[in-house]
């Protein structure tokens, strides 16, 4: 097995999975690395630098098993870092920012896109950038959303559950005043949120980052020859704290399904 | 002023400044120090060995200024790493388990006490241990209650937040279940509820474990001498990350009349 290349997926904790999950269905052949830093989570509230250190880190721990590309699977680690990350590695680094931008800006009928995300990816402004690349006339309105990440990952994602209907009516009337047709989950947590959204908003497009993301990796590692073309892909799990919480957590993220246990990286 | 001694205080975030507060309240002669490790927030969702090794270097922190004495003003942090401190450090240190446990021993009438926490520390058993010491009799109910800091470090914690009631409700339903006469808020974010958890459960009387910790501070440094006999004290804070947005968070745990501006910790 000593030529099993990798396709290191990292996030400030399990959010990512939902990014994993998108990839795995995706391609099914591609062996699977994934860091959770479990020890930093959130990184959505944290400075900049703070998260850049933490990113830079995180991919150096990746970095000790071969990989061919690296997916940035957390929306503020991507928003903050890719640059730092791009300067420092020499690895194809994939993200979810620019496809999940990539799709709205051509999803969008009347040009205003709304993005529910962590206080530090609105702070830094990434998406409206990357949606005016591709849709200059486009109106991007953000809403930082800081207890979805919390309310995720102590399982309260169910669009039954009052709190969830609450706290997500509350951050969604900014943006559907502003009358958005189409709405980003930046955030890789977001997924889990998404028929509790469309339960509230029925008449929005709702874009997740973490199928855009996937999708966008397909295409990219086709364009550098990176795909496999056979056989069923492995996957292996890290946490930089808290390993026996892992199974039981991940389930959430990864559906039912998915089994997977978690190994302690030491950092 | 090269003989101000300080009490440094610790928290791993902004919930400590309820015990500052209260000890500036109770003492205010003395010279305060609060450190908040705002880059590890919370750690109420880490694991023990995290812990332990991130309230060391918190107390390391302060101990580059002269210190008579040092608060652990984290529930978690006391309940796992107060051992750890007292072997590895030569000052007097105080907690917030003990007064509070102390006085619900003492308040109890049907020796039926609720404890609302973090996860870490239920999982310690801290608080049954030193209640036990006081009173063989009680029975402790805990509740971990995850989602109570996110929601405080989001503002959330009026009596009148249909979100706050919900959450509480949920989680006082088991405590009450099992007959409890004393709630003890056993997390030094949680004063801020004290308003809330009354109006839901009137009936039953709520221990603070920052105003306790302050009690009991105050009674400890008088029989080791420490105490200041005059003048007005002063306080410094600093945090580990964002210190920025430190002084409009600050003003919610310290209330509206004490300004307080943050440095960012160089660890």
Do not use: W
């Not at 051509?106 to 206080?119: D, E, K, L």
């Not at 486009?138 to 706290?167: H, M, S, T, W």
């Not at 808290?242 to 991940?250: G, I, M, Q, R």
């Amino acid at each position: 097995m000593s030529d099993t290349q990798y396709i290191g997926i990292f996030d400030s904790g399990l959010g990512g999975l939902t990014v994993a999950k998108s990839i795995i269905h995706t391609m099914p052949e591609e062996n699977i690395l994934y860091f959770g830093d479990t020890a930093h989570v959130p990184y959505g509230t944290k400075s900049h630098k703070q998260i850049r250190e933490l990113a830079v880190n995180d991919v150096r721990f990746l970095s000790r098993f071969p990989l061919k590309a690296v997916v940035v699977a957390c929306n503020t680690a991507d928003s903050v870092a890719m640059g730092t990350l791009q300067e420092q590695f020499d690895l194809p680094i994939f993200g979810v920012i620019e496809p999940a931008s990539h799709k709205a800006a051509r999803t969008t009928r009347n040009n205003r896109i709304g993005i529910m995300a962590t206080s530090a990816t609105v702070r830094s402004g990434a998406y409206e950038k990357a949606i005016h690349r591709y849709n200059e006339n486009a109106q991007v309105f953000q809403k930082a959303c800081p207890l979805l990440v919390p309310l995720v990952e102590n399982g309260r994602y169910r669009k039954d559950d009052p709190v969830v209907q609450i706290v997500l009516k509350e951050y969604l009337d900014e943006l559907t005043a502003n009358g958005i047709d189409t709405l980003v989950l930046g955030c890789t947590h977001y997924p889990l949120l998404s028929e509790a959204v469309q339960s509230i908003v029925p008449e929005l497009t709702v874009i997740s980052s973490s199928e855009a993301a996937a999708d966008a990796l397909k295409r990219g590692m086709k364009e550098l020859g990176l795909c496999e073309t056979e056989g069923d892909g492995i996957q292996h799990y890290y946490v930089s704290d808290d390993a026996e919480h892992f199974e039981e957590n991940a389930r959430v993220f990864l559906g039912e399904d998915m089994k997977a246990t978690a190994e302690l990286a030491q950092i």
